[in-house]
């Protein structure tokens, strides 16, 4: 396998009352090894559940309805989504493991830090001592900046800042060496101050690892400084996807360029703020043309009656628009 | 885009959609209401529907078992029993109804106070709830009643007292909840009076648990006229009440089983449709206690 | 933790005292009049006046009670006006029975509700959890009076079987004993177990929701790790909540069954004291089955610390 | 009370917000969370100020009590030259009209009871005695103001989106004409996208009705957008104020500096560097003496730890509360 993580064709369904409702729709992604996957959009636009999908977490109602998710592990390749259960949780925080939104909540709040490291550790390595556990949590909260070890596992939860947990919780998932490691927006509960230190660590650790990281996030800025590629998320579609530098610097895509505009327009000269005019169509009110039409300020007759293939507009640039089809035929 | 009119976040809140409506397009709340519909006609037209008089004795057809005359077949003193539970559905719906209005009156007003006022006004409440609250309800009502004297009326007024702790915790706990939230703070921020924030904004925010538990309250409460019927405090004879209908059948069941049958299911398919209504109605009111 | 309890404790003297004050209080709207009821025809004045000195109802209301709530800290509820009995010992005797039958209801309703409650939480909306969600209703809804009675007749009628009706303690015969409190026991514990089973499953869903379930998955927890060293200990406390209102229902709450199978219970004492105008029995009964409702509740609430850390009551 | 002429028409001078922590056997008070310390600024007429900071830094609660919707411990804060704490409740509840706060969580700050015709008459008729005529057409121009239809007021708030829910809110604030607005986070339970249309809605708002108003924001973006002048604050002090764009271009607290460069880029060719500050913010409940940033700064020094620095005017109209600022 070139990658190590291959998404096809994925899509992902709901209920509402008793309709199956499309909440992603037909996602292509490849993750190369060793490098760091930006995914950014907005609320409800797939991204996150996304991420679910690849560790079989995804909440009742939804379910993968199509598609393949192939990862390369250590011993060969696997189907994900063909995975017994126990097959699949040997993969879970082994081969691949998650972090999320809201530290304060991720960990358990009735046992200590020590019991959930070990926790990681035993779900995979049954006979390991107790003193050998307690030796590699305290070495990995070490590497993640937490200044008195053996005090915080002793913890709880609720006896730690979020800034300290967001470390804990990335010492967990990193603490059986996965090849992937999921970030699903670790730093949008935190303070700007402790977002600088949590992405500084994590910039660290992919230094110092062979792990890759998908990091999936609403804020451009967290992708700028932090991914080597990106996919731009819209109403449960890649719009536009590249190398991060090629993204910002050669924008294609009219909703990408609406969401940089709307950033730095920020502090900028002009009084008026740019904004994206309309709201993001939730699932399953999608229209059959392209999902952004309504919203965009260049849409065109064909835009509302046909939907715009995903097209290499540049190498290794994709991008989801009838206007890109255009400059590149002429 | 035929969606395009509905509600983008959550439930229709009541105020703007029927609720019987919503209630009704759910097969729980539909099965409920059904059932508590047939109750009160039941309880309302009794004397239409009622075949014989229910104190009238027929020596001459004691025990008679169901058949074309006596549907429901009679008792030991020959009493029409199809009549007697026609008419206790009346004294079950009566008792319910006050006790849980009893209750409900009490409960609101002392659950209101306590948690808008706070302070000593509400340990004192507080506390006098816990008092009520540490009896066993159906120990305490016997209490009451024994107390009291038997008859329906302080068998309402002592279901009535009984019930109040739940009322006033209830109605407390979401007062205290919706005077934590950003709207009464908003409604503060506007310049409104105390009062006009506690009739304004408050009480219809604490209607919807406070409707539920009523519902729920009224299947309790003609629970417990039943169990004390039966232990022979509560409604006195020749006044029809399934529970002293299910005792007294007891002497009789080998001989005559429709005694035990028909009051007993009709208890139990009272006290379920209530219960299967609160169901229904607390989705429907206050989806985020679903169960 | 000490500081805590001693706290809970101070806090159930008033309401001890609002118990008694009211018992009493009632006790004194109970109308007809205990002397002339032992006494019947036979009365006198000068045999009035004497049982009335003799059961101290010829002292002031204030008197009375004060000297029955002083004798009654120390344990010593008076005498029944019936028997001449003391109440205490009574009330201990009454006690054991009732509680082997609350410790049986409990433990069949833990049986059927537990285990229940968690599947249909885990099989959310699947056949089973429909069929676990009307056991639970009409565990709720069916009174227990009425599936007694059913239950009597059903046994009667298929096997020509009667429970015992002489009560036999546990220690004189256990095959007997069990023979008569099993199917009480079992009734009062269907009951129980509805509201369990209601409370299990939707106080698991609300867990099975919350991050750090998902995020033990996302370690390759095992399911049997998740769903019971996580999400059920997670849950616990508004189970644990709602079977200590239950326990605490239970001390003369078995009431009705304890008469339909003639288990000399505390519910039962209670309530022949209630018909006989009894009062040393009835307020004795109804003072202590209130100190036990208020002692369990104490227990729940310390019993929440060791479920959860976050709760200390330092 | 003699009035006084000033050129600010919002003046905080030293405000203090505890809030009582009990404890044990009969409750008793052990201790205060220090959630605002000694805070004071000025607000002038059609000024924006922003007050700026990470959670749990006091900047809600310093909004709060500034409207004495928290009532403060200490410090004293004046209205167009009234003292707002030695005025009655009923006072204060008059003086409502002239000062409104705008929420930061659409989906909770509005009665989910009320359709919107409810709740933007609401605070006219609190305040106004005006004719239903008279009501329909204030109502109907606030709307056209938010850019909603009339036909949307027998709608309920949950059948509308997060923005306009938000606009919603701001209509009712604003209704009463009032010069001074306190809006607390006001976008920032919003998508990114929305967030920018209710901004803009704001500012044009602001210019149109004249108002002054505190703009409580952890959003440095957003802040150096809408406001004016700025207060970064930082566990319950004032660490740095003066004109925005000066803040912005030359902060000289080193927590302003942190708190700056933290924020990501936009452009991958040039990634920030970071100043990236150790540890967490200290419990308010148990505050460092001397400086209260002294446990994280990299310029602290003994005299940090012994002394608390004032707020000083380190250029015109640019403060800060640092001893190593000359």
Not at chain 1, 256 to 266: F, H, N, P, Q
Not at chain 4, 134 to 144: K, Y
């Amino acid at each position: 396998m070139d990658h190590l993580l291959e998404i096809r064709n994925l899509k992902i369904t709901t209920l509402r009352g008793k309709d199956k409702v499309y909440l992603l729709d037909s996602v292509d992604l490849s993750i190369r090894k060793k490098c760091s996957f930006g995914v950014v959009g907005e609320s409800g636009c797939g991204k996150s559940i996304t991420a679910s999908a690849i560790l079989g977490l995804l909440p009742y109602p939804l379910r993968v309805a199509e598609g393949s998710i192939r990862f390369d592990s250590r011993d060969g390749e696997k189907e994900l989504l063909k995975l017994s259960r126990k097959e699949m949780r040997q993969v879970r925080g082994e081969e691949i493991s998650m972090i999320f939104q809201e530290p304060m909540t991720s960990l358990d709040p009735i046992f200590t830090v020590e019991m959930q490291m070990f926790e990681a550790l035993s779900f995979h390595h049954p006979g390991m001592g107790k003193g050998e556990m307690r030796e590699i949590a305290l070495e990995m909260l070490h590497r993640v900046n937490i200044p008195r070890p053996e005090q915080t596992l002793a913890s709880y939860a609720h006896q730690l800042s979020g800034g300290q947990l967001q470390r804990i919780m990335i010492a967990i998932a990193l603490i059986n060496n996965p090849r992937l490691l999921l970030a699903d927006e670790p730093t949008t509960a935190l303070d700007v101050t402790i977002q600088a230190q949590i992405l500084h660590l994590m910039n660290d650790l992919k230094e110092q690892r062979d792990t890759s990281i998908i990091m999936i996030t609403h804020d451009l800025g967290v992708i700028a400084e932090t991914c080597e590629e990106v996919a731009v998320f819209y109403a449960g579609q890649i719009v536009e996807q590249a190398q991060v530098v090629e993204l910002f610097t050669h924008t294609a895509h009219p909703y990408t360029k609406g969401l940089l505009r709307a950033v730095t327009s920020l502090g900028g000269a002009q009084r008026k703020l740019y904004t994206i005019p309309g709201i993001v169509p939730p699932g399953g009110q999608w229209s059959r043309g392209c999902r952004f039409a309504e919203r965009c300020e260049q849409c065109m007759e064909k835009c509302r009656e046909e939907m715009p293939a995903l097209r290499e507009i540049a190498p290794g640039h994709f991008c989801r628009c009838f206007l890109q089809d255009r400059e590149v035929e002429a | 885009m035929k969606r395009k009119d509905r509600p983008v976040a959550g439930r229709a809140l009541p105020g703007n959609e029927s609720i019987l409506r919503q209630l009704w397009r759910d097969p729980m709340g539909r099965a409920g209401m059904i059932g508590v519909g047939l109750v009160i006609l039941m309880a309302l037209l009794a004397p239409w529907i009622a075949r014989f008089d229910v104190a009238k004795m027929n020596s001459k057809a004691k025990l008679a078992a169901p058949g074309a005359e006596f549907w429901f077949g009679t008792d030991h003193f020959g009493r029409d029993v199809f009549s007697r539970i026609v008419y206790g559905a009346r004294v079950s719906l009566e008792v319910g109804i006050v006790a849980v209005g009893i209750a409900a009156g009490f409960g609101y007003l002392l659950g209101m106070i306590a948690g808008f006022f706070e302070g000593r006004t509400e340990t004192l409440i507080m506390m006098v709830m816990d008092v009520i609250f540490a009896f066993p309800s159906i120990l305490l009502a016997l209490f009451i009643v024994s107390a009291l004297g038997t008859s329906i009326l302080n068998t309402m007024i002592a279901i009535g007292i009984v019930n109040i702790p739940v009322f006033t915790r209830t109605v407390r706990a979401s007062v205290k909840t919706v005077k934590s939230t950003d709207y009464i703070a908003n409604a503060r921020s506007i310049g409104l009076k105390k009062m006009k924030i506690l009739f304004r904004h408050v009480t219809p925010n604490v209607l919807a648990p406070f409707t539920v538990q009523a519902t729920l309250a009224l299947s309790g409460a003609i629970l417990t006229e039943a169990s004390m019927s039966f232990l022979g405090l509560g409604i006195q004879p020749p006044n029809p009440s399934w529970g002293s209908m299910l005792s007294d059948a007891r002497k009789y069941m080998e001989r005559a089983p429709w005694l035990v049958l028909f009051p007993a299911l009709f208890i139990i398919l009272t006290i379920l449709s209530f219960n299967i209504l609160g169901d229904s109605l607390r989705d429907v009111l206050d989806p985020k206690l679903k169960l | 933790m000490r500081d805590y309890i001693i706290r809970r404790l101070l806090t159930l003297i008033p309401i001890l005292i609002g118990v008694s004050i009211a018992i009493f209080v009632v006790m004194q709207l109970i109308p007809g009049d205990v002397v002339s009821g032992i006494l019947g025809i036979e009365e006198t004045p000068e045999l009035r006046a004497m049982w009335e000195a003799k059961l101290g109802l010829d002292k002031p209301l204030i008197q009375q009670y004060f000297s029955w709530i002083g004798r009654a800290v120390t344990g010593d509820f008076g005498e029944s006006f019936r028997t001449g009995a003391p109440v205490f010992p009574e009330i201990m005797n009454r006690f054991a029975i009732s509680a082997e039958l609350a410790i049986l209801a409990c433990i069949i309703a833990w049986i059927i509700a537990l285990p229940l409650g968690i599947l249909s939480s885990l099989k959310r909306n699947s056949f089973i959890d429909r069929i676990v969600r009307v056991v639970a209703l009409l565990g709720v809804s069916v009174p227990n009076f009425a599936s007694a009675t059913l239950l009597i007749l059903f046994f009667s009628k298929a096997f020509h079987y009667y429970t015992p009706v002489k009560y036999v303690g546990l220690f004189e015969n256990f095959g007997t004993n069990m023979e008569i409190m099993i199917l009480p026991a079992f009734i009062l514990g269907s009951v129980m177990a509805g509201s369990v089973m209601r409370m299990t499953r939707s106080s698991m869903l609300e867990v099975l929701r919350q991050d750090y379930i998902k995020a033990v998955r996302a370690k390759g927890s095992p399911e049997r790790v998740t769903i019971f060293r996580h999400a059920f200990r997670n849950s616990s406390i508004p189970i644990v909540t709602l079977i200590g209102m239950q326990i605490g229902a239970l001390m003369g709450g078995t009431v009705v069954i304890e008469q339909i199978f003639s288990i000399p219970g505390l519910g039962q004492f209670t309530l022949t004291g209630i018909s006989q105008r009894d009062f040393p029995v009835v307020q004795g009964c109804v003072l202590f089955i209130a100190f036990l409702y208020v002692m369990v509740n104490l227990l729940v609430d310390i019993l929440y610390t060791f479920i959860d850390p976050r709760i200390s009551y330092s | 009370m003699t009035e006084r002429k000033s050129e600010f028409l919002l003046e905080v001078r030293k405000l203090q917000v505890y809030f009582p922590i009990r404890k044990g056997l009969m409750k008793r008070v052990v201790g205060h969370v220090h959630a605002v310390e000694d805070v004071s600024f000025s607000v002038r007429p059609r000024e924006v100020f922003a007050l700026v900071g990470e959670s749990g830094c006091g900047k809600s609660t310093t909004g709060s009590a500034v409207l004495r919707l928290i009532e403060p411990t200490g410090g004293q804060v004046f209205f167009r030259g009234d003292e707002l704490g030695r005025l009655s409740e009923e006072e204060m509840r008059l003086k409502r009209r002239d000062m409104q706060f705008i929420f930061q969580n659409p989906y909770a700050s509005l009665n989910p009871r009320m359709n919107v015709w409810k709740l933007l008459s609401e605070p006219l008729r609190i305040h106004f005695q005006l004719s239903p005529g008279e009501l329909r057409e204030r109502v109907g121009e606030m709307l056209r103001l938010i850019g909603m239809t009339e036909d949307q007021l027998e709608r309920y708030p949950h059948q509308f989106s997060g923005g306009q829910k938000q606009r919603i809110s701001i209509a009712r604030a604003l209704i009463t004409h009032p010069s001074f607005v306190v809006a607390d986070e006001p976008v920032s339970a919003l998508d990114v996208s929305i967030q920018a249309q209710i901004l803009n809605l704001m500012m044009e708002l602001q210019q149109e009705m004249e108002l002054s108003m505190v703009f409580i924001s952890h959003d440095l973006n957003v802040v150096r957008h809408i406001s004016g002048s700025v207060g970064v604050m930082y566990l319950g002090s004032l660490m740095e104020t003066g004109d925005t764009e000066e803040v912005y271009r030359h902060p000289v607290h080193p927590y302003t500096r942190a708190l700056l460069s933290a924020v990501p880029s936009h452009d991958p060719l040039h990634r920030s560097r970071h100043i990236v500050l150790e540890g967490d913010v200290p419990n308010p409940a148990d505050p460092p003496g001397g400086c209260p940033f002294h446990t994280r700064c990299s310029l602290c020094s003994g005299r940090c730890r012994e002394e608390r620095p004032e707020l000083r005017e380190i250029a015109p109209g640019h403060c800060a509360a640092c001893h190593h600022v000359e």
